[in-house]
């Protein structure tokens, strides 16, 4: 009988710790839309994209140009000469091509350099509001298909641990 007795509180007190189980979601897209941060950060990305669009427009034009040169070229053009603008045309293309490259991996490289911090403080400032408010764990609130009554939205919390409404 008192095996039988240990054995019930056995299995019931994990069940009671779950229940006092805290659980919160947050949604960071609204956290870091909020920040200031993310506007400067986003500020200092269209600056750089901009100035790579402008490289490229330059290339463009330099390749049209040369095309025009290419075909303005008559019958009488030796083959030779045609041969050099058509490589010369291709190498153009060539560099364009790299160019593009390198600039889609510099504007990813320098995104993840400025937004890192801005995602280290939320991720801190929701540290800081499971432990104060004592949760179990905090989920992101993408699109949960059910959210209980005991679950809280710490979106607020994590907004005003960072200063931002």
């Known amino acids: 009988m008192l095996k039988k007795f240990i ?10 710790g779950f229940a ?8 960071s897209q609204a956290i870091i839309e909020s920040l ?4 400067e950060a986003a500020e200092q990305l269209d600056g750089v994209a901009k100035k790579y669009q402008e490289a490229f427009k330059e290339f463009q034009e330099e390749l ?3 095309y025009a040169d290419f075909q303005a070229m008559g019958d009488d053009t030796p083959q030779v000469m045609k041969d050099r603008k058509m490589k010369d045309l291709q ?8 160019f593009r ?6 504007m990813q490289r320098q995104q993840e350099q400025l937004f890192a911090p801005i995602q280290q403080k939320i991720h801190d400032a929701i540290t800081a509001v499971g432990k104060e408010g004592s949760y179990t764990f905090i989920f ?3 699109v949960p298909v059910y959210t209980g009554e005991s ?8 907004k005003t641990k960072l200063g931002v409404k």
């Open 7 to 16: 054995a019930a509180i056995m299995i019931a007190l994990p069940a009671l």
């Open 20 to 27: 006092q189980a805290k659980f919160g979601v947050v949604n």
């Open 36 to 39: 200031p941060e993310t506007k």
């Open 64 to 66: 049209d140009k040369k």
């Open 91 to 98: 190498d153009l293309s060539n560099r364009m091509t790299e």
């Open 101 to 106: 490259t390198t600039a889609e991996t510099d």
């Open 140 to 142: 992101e609130n993408m």
């Open 151 to 158: 679950v809280v939205d710490v979106t607020p919390l994590v």
